[in-house]
T-cell receptor
Framework: GAVVSQHPSRVICKSGTSVKIECRSL??????MFWYRQFPKQSLMLMAT?????????EQGVEKDKFLINHASLTLSTLTVTSAHPEDSSFYIC??????????????FGEGSRLTVL | RKEVEQDPGPFNVPEGATVAFNCTYS??????FFWYRQDCRKEPKLLMS???SGNEDGRFTAQLNRASQYISLLIRDSKLSDSATYLC???????????FGSGTKLNVKP
């Protein structure tokens, strides 16, 4: 399956600062990437769909000005958590979908980024 | 109503046991179905896709019942290494979203 790399794997930051998380598709040109968030003992919740060369599509309840997504190339999408607060502490995971036409096939995930906001 | 529902467990079973999980989905037009495995504090990893005809991969068997809108995962001869959370994933009819169940936790004990 597709190989997805995410960086950093763990980050601790102070409240009010911004944090950037990178997601790279290493062997697959991804026009679309998905960003998920997972709180402890809960399932993955889709935050937004990142589209190469255009604006991301955000899920209801996700603030686009707080979670900035940039998908500048077919292999890189970034998520920036702006003005982070302790309640933003979570496990953020990106994924790509492999398959013909980009809309069928399984999801493959990056290793995830664990954010702790102090 | 949630798109995908799973029993959170935990299922505590001895090594060698057979264990089965079910997952129900709400949208009858859903197209694709998957089981993922997630270890603690790690990303989900694809365990197997679920086909209409059912599929088997070693000790793992997945079944789809469209009439009742559920999928199942059967694990035979459980190993300690099978301990994990198993996520049921359903792809929306228009292909652009995946819905995750909350996961079923399995603990295989010696």
């Amino acid at each position: 399956g597709a190989v997805v790399s995410q960086h950093p794997s763990r980050v601790i930051c102070k409240s009010g600062t911004s944090v950037k998380i990178e997601c790279r598709s290493l062997d697959f040109q991804a026009t679309t990437m998905f960003w998920y968030r997972q709180f402890p003992k809960q399932s993955l919740m889709l935050m937004a769909t990142s589209n190469e060369g255009s604006k991301a599509t955000y899920e209801q309840g996700v603030e686009k000005d707080k979670f900035l997504i940039n998908h500048a190339s077919l292999t890189l999408s970034t998520l920036t958590v702006t003005s982070a607060h302790p309640e933003d502490s979570s496990f953020y995971i990106c994924s790509v979908q492999e398959g013909a036409g980009g809309n069928t096939g399984e999801l493959f995930f990056g290793e995830g980024s664990r954010l702790t906001v102090l | 109503r949630k798109e995908v529902e799973q029993d959170p467990g935990p299922f505590n079973v001895p090594e060698g046991a057979t264990v089965a999980f079910n997952c129900t989905y709400s949208n009858s037009a859903s197209q694709s179905f998957f089981w993922y495995r997630q270890d603690c504090r790690k990303e989900p990893k694809l365990l197997m896709s679920v086909y209409s005809s059912g599929n088997e991969d070693g000790r793992f068997t997945a079944q789809l019942n469209r009439a009742s809108q559920y999928i199942s995962l059967l694990i035979r001869d459980s190993k300690l290494s099978d301990s994990a959370t198993y996520l049921c994933v359903v792809q929306a009819p228009n292909f652009n979203k995946f819905y995750f169940g909350s996961g079923t936790k399995l603990n295989v004990k010696p």
